[in-house]
């Protein structure tokens, strides 16, 4: 087995948990709010039409934005709770519509016969159109397992671990074995979940003519036992858990997987537990800081620069980094635990065999091309205050704007698929594929020191600080790009790249 | 036993009358035949009388007690109802589908056993045999019997039966005629039975009540409506069977000489 492998495999528990914890929750509370919803709309023509246009938009909006609008609901939290939200409100079409259409698919003969020999109407519904519309109901259930399972993954993104930490962090760092152990486990959950309500509903059907006893007896003690699983699995889920001294956050990229193993591995080696929140979205990992869900994250000045302050301007380096730490401390209550001394800086980057052909070695070199030139960002450059800067500064705007995953942007560039890409500098690909960096003559973009956001909390404890505080102006930009590098171009896992920035460290 | 006085039923505020002034009486321990072409009332009247539909206007009462001071549900409870269609339970047992008044009744379970038993023997189809099927897995004369044992379960004097054998073919029909009449005359029960056919409610029925338009033109015994019908129509009707009759005599005849 590959030492890669078997890295995965070994994170496999952790994941498992989390996952099944968040869909059998979010199942849960899901059956439990949409049956009667359905219910309800069965029996009221007033109540169905809006409500299953409500659900069915519910529906509609893209998962990734449900789950930054229910953090932002929340605010600012991060974990189980919005997690849960998302996938509660993703599981309600299927099962709403189901109930609705499995009892109108009562006829109307039944429903007469029952109020013919004196049930009430709350009997008809729990005794005889809900028993009849079973399997359609559950057919719905199915289906939203399903979803459920699948979407979990997304989950990541909002800091619950699930099986998208193997899926999101495997896309980030190129590796194509987690992203595979992932995609397996969640199919193979999927599958299972849906076995044991495919047994659930087999037992209703055959509930009063037992066609072989045996058979029965089987399939309801294989039912039982999972059922039993399960809830055992609920309740231990939710038992506290250990608390661990530090949530270490970050972002999606491999440069925030590793400083976020560096900064872990080192509280680790201080004596202290912590447990990794990564591949969060920019606001969702700060807010989540600032209401000390995480302790303590990879930042960058120009992104709170531009993002949180609605700076345009560039006074310069230190400036910026002073005006940050002020705001930060002032508005949010972070603190600047150490400033790493890399700098991730946004740039623009092409092949140095083109842009040496073009004759371009800076921005403003461009002007003439850039109406004729495709260009390739991240996935938010092109709505960022800095490229609006560079554009207005520089007054040049690209023919073709084209967004991708960093990855493949890369890619694309080196093939030639574009002309010229949103990089950052600390990149190990920009080496890798031996770009030339374009220098910035009028400064349109501002700098991005790297340091170590700090919640209020973790800021109150000397050993805390005083580990983080170590790692003060270690890292440069070489030994980050080099790190990187050995992630993203190598192939080599992070805690290898974590290993090679401690030798950094005294 | 029940009494109906001037009852009327319009579903569109008194512009039309699905049910125009009717009364009659129907004595204890007798079987009365509601007769009439689909849409003349007659299956309205019948669910005025458990309430399954309201009068606009007029007194139904069973036993002297007014229908309408009475709860609805309990008043069902306590009135057998066999059903147009059958109208069983499909997802429920035979033996849960005739136990399903007496659960409503809330008695205790070995009395709701005890009584599925003699029910079930009382319409042939013994509970060791029968009671775990489902209705899907009888035919239709077996289904319409477990109809009319879970009309009989919680021991009702009324039952009303709606088309009770309509959906069964004629041998079948026939023998749950015959055994239907013999089980009302044991148990003395009071019996109103909906049908748009004549032949069936003169073999059954002590006394007729012909409806057309909403309205009763006649009722009397077979023997009154056969030889002194009030009304054309009635007269009509029951030609019908008289020359059918007449015409099988003559065939029998034929062949026989």
Not at chain 2, 196 to 201: F, P, S, V, Y
């Amino acid at each position: 087995m590959s030492e890669n492998l078997r890295e995965q495999l070994l994170l496999l528990p952790d994941y498992f948990q989390g996952h099944l914890t968040l869909t059998l929750i979010a199942m849960s509370l899901g059956v439990a709010v949409s049956i009667p919803l359905g219910v309800w709309a069965a029996q009221s023509n007033r109540v169905k039409g809006p409500l299953l246009t409500v659900v069915s938009i519910i529906q509609t909006i893209p998962s990734v934005a449900i789950l930054a609008l229910v953090v932002a609901l929340l605010g600012g939290r991060i974990g189980l709770v919005p997690a849960i939200t998302a996938l509660v409100l993703y599981s309600m079409l299927p099962i709403v519509r189901n109930t609705v259409t499995g009892l109108e698919s009562v006829t109307d003969d039944v429903v007469e016969a029952a109020r013919g020999i004196g049930m009430s109407s709350r009997q008809i519904l729990l005794q005889v159109r809900i028993p009849l519309a079973l399997p359609v109901i559950i057919a719905g259930i199915r289906t939203a397992m399903v979803w459920t399972v699948g979407l979990a993954t997304l989950s990541t993104l909002v800091g619950a671990t699930s099986f998208g930490n193997f899926i999101f962090s495997g896309l980030q760092t190129r590796n194509l074995v987690a992203v595979t152990v992932g995609s397996v486990a969640a199919a193979a959950m999927a599958v299972i979940l849906d076995a044991i309500i495919g047994g659930i509903q087999w037992l209703a059907e055959n509930r009063v003519v037992q066609v072989d006893e045996k058979r029965f007896r089987r399939v309801r003690n294989a039912v039982m036992t999972a059922l039993i699983l399960c809830g055992g699995f609920i309740i231990y889920s939710l038992l506290p858990e250990e608390e661990v001294d530090f949530v270490v956050g970050g972002k999606g990229f491999t440069e925030q997987y590793i400083i976020a193993g560096l900064v872990a591995a080192e509280l680790e080696g201080a004596g202290f537990s912590t447990e990794q929140r990564l591949g969060m979205g920019t606001d969702v990992v700060y807010e989540a800081t600032a209401s000390n869900s995480v302790d303590v994250y990879l930042e960058y000045s120009g992104t709170v620069w531009s993002n949180q302050m609605l700076r345009e301007d560039n006074p310069g380096r230190e400036t910026i980094m002073a005006e940050v730490n002020d705001y930060i401390a002032r508005t949010d209550n972070l603190t600047n635990g150490s400033r790493l001394g890399f700098q991730n800086l946004y740039a623009l980057a092409m092949r140095r065999d083109r842009a040496a052909e073009m004759g371009i070695s800076s921005i403003s070199d461009l002007r003439p091309y850039a109406a004729d030139m495709v260009a390739g960002g991240d996935l938010e450059f092109f709505s960022r205050p800095e490229w609006l800067q560079l554009r207005d500064t520089y007054n040049i705007d690209f023919g073709e704007k084209l967004t991708f995953d960093t990855t493949l942007m890369y890619s694309a560039v080196n093939e030639g698929q574009v002309d010229i890409i949103s990089a950052y500098t600390t990149d190990g690909r920009v080496a890798a594929f031996d770009l030339l960096i374009l220098e910035d003559p009028e400064g349109a973009l501002p700098p991005y020191d790297g340091f170590l956001a700090v919640s209020s909390e973790a800021a109150m404890n000397p050993g805390f600080m005083a580990v983080v505080g170590n790692l003060e102006r270690k890292i440069s930009d070489v030994a980050m790009r080099q790190a990187n590098r050995m992630v993203d171009v190598d192939g080599r896992p992070v805690s290898e790249a974590v290993a090679y920035l401690q030798t950094f460290l005294d | 036993m029940i009494e109906l006085q001037h009852v009327r039923k319009s579903y569109d505020d008194g512009t039309s009358w699905a049910v125009a002034d009717t009364s009659f009486t129907v004595e204890e321990g007798e079987l009365l035949g509601l007769i009439g072409e689909s849409g003349c009332g007659k299956t309205t009247t019948l669910k005025m009388i458990n309430r399954l539909e309201e009068p606009s206007s007029g007194l139904i009462s069973i036993a002297g007690k007014n229908v309408m001071e009475r709860n609805p549900q309990e008043l069902r409870r306590n009135i057998g109802y066999v059903f147009q269609g059958i109208g069983l339970f499909p997802h429920y047992s035979v033996a849960e589908n005739v136990a399903a008044v007496p659960r409503l009744l809330q008695w205790d379970e070995t009395r709701i056993r005890q009584r599925c038993q003699e029910t079930l023997d009382m319409v042939g189809l013994p509970l060791e045999e029968y009671g775990e099927r489902l209705p899907s897995q009888m035919s239709g004369g077996q289904q319409q019997r477990v109809g009319v044992a879970r009309a009989l379960a919680a021991q009702p004097d009324v039952i009303l039966m709606d088309e009770p054998f309509g959906a069964l073919d004629p041998v079948t029909r026939a023998e749950l005629q015959e055994e239907f009449k013999r089980i009302q005359a044991t148990l003395n029960l009071t019996v109103i039975m909906v049908t748009h056919d004549m032949t069936e409610a003169l073999l059954m029925a002590d006394r007729i009540a012909v409806m057309k338009g909403g309205e009763v033109l006649q009722i009397g015994t077979p023997y009154e409506l056969l030889n002194e019908p009030a009304h054309d129509y009635v007269q009509e009707i029951v030609e019908m069977p008289r020359q059918r009759a007449d015409r099988l005599e003559k065939l029998l005849h034929r062949s026989a000489s």
